[in-house]
């Protein structure tokens, strides 16, 4: 019963989430902007959290990012960043850089800076792809539903089928059975959405890679909470824990889908 409870919880509140989700990002613009650069100081927020650092050096960071995604608000602007998208981007990295080295320095602590390289990275990678001329809502929909697809497809299957662990001493539940239904509902999700939207042939077949990167990124934050020594990033989201707990595998997949278009192989 505790178990059906805490699949409920989850699935509620998992609809919540993507509802509010993809209703920003239908409207796109600032409306998506404003929820991936909340998203970025949450996550930059629950990263200083568990390098259990002082309230200075946590607001030192916050208002690091937070300056950061102010400064890519240019990308909310369609018709600039469909004339200069490669300089914009290029821009945005150096200074995310250039501030990840400055905060690590002033604050001894090169977590901090690798924290906001964590936190703006994808964040920027998703506006990115939301405001590509024409294709924008349908690449940003692909990369996040490519994640939500890995993640309920390694859930059902890890729990159906069981078997042999992948990294058992950093994620004890994830088993390859688990990564298999992930990338089989990656490549199902991803080619539906695709095809419907008329995107490039190779996001037909994309999704299966994709969620392995996914799975990494799971794999990733699994070890940053065990150097820690917490179970969960946080608590701001019911059944799911916290902001760093579900936008894991966002992390690796939007910039690898946004560095593919940009360069043209996507």
Known sequence: MALTRELRLRIVSGIVMMAVALTALWFGGAAFWA???????????????????????????????????????????????????????????????????????????????????YAVFPAVALIYLREQPGQGFALALWTLVIVWATDI??????????GPKIAPSIS?????????????GALVCGAAIASASGLAAPFLIAGAPLAVAAQVGDFFESWLKRRSGVKDSGTLLPGHGGILDRLDGVVPVALLVAAGVAGGIL
């Open 35 to 117: 929820l991936a650069s909340l998203l970025a100081v949450l996550m930059m927020v629950e990263w200083a959290t568990m390098a259990q650092v002082s309230r200075w050096q946590l607001l030192l960071s916050v208002l690091a990012v937070a300056a950061l995604m102010l400064s890519s608000l240019s990308f909310a602007d369609p018709i600039k960043l469909a004339t200069i998208a490669d300089r914009l981007i290029a821009q945005t990295f150096d200074l995310t850089g250039l501030a990840a080295i400055l905060v690590a320095v002033v604050s001894f602590r090169a977590r901090l800076g690798a924290g906001i390289l």
């Open 172 to 184: 004890p539940s994830k088993t390859w059975a688990g990564l298999a239904g992930g990338m089989v």
């Open 153 to 162: 497809g390694a859930y059902f299957a890890g729990r159906a089928i069981g």
